[in-house]
């Protein structure tokens, strides 16, 4: 049987998934930037290399962590 997300659900999913992401871009931008020496260029490539594992961690983390709540899910 499977299920569709109503649009609050939707909504709500993408809010929580933009909040999550834009923690991470912080976090990893202060820890990059903290005390560096790197250039404009190095700088944005360490934050980049750095999001691709952290994006895709905690994308599948957001996932699974909503996959497990009900609310707003229609039965088709």
């Known amino acids: 049987m499977s299920s569709k997300s109503n649009k609050s659900r939707s909504l709500v999913k993408a809010f929580t998934?933009?909040?999550?992401?834009?923690i991470d871009t912080f976090i990893i931008s202060y820890l990059v930037i903290w005390q560096s020496d790197f250039t404009a260029f190095e700088t944005?490539?360490?934050?980049?290399g750095f999001e691709i594992i952290t994006k895709i961690t905690l994308y599948y983390m957001h996932e699974r962590v909503w996959s497990s709540i009900s609310w707003g899910r229609a039965q088709e």
């Open 17 to 22: 998934w933009r909040f999550t992401a834009t």
């Open 44 to 48: 944005a490539g360490l934050i980049a």
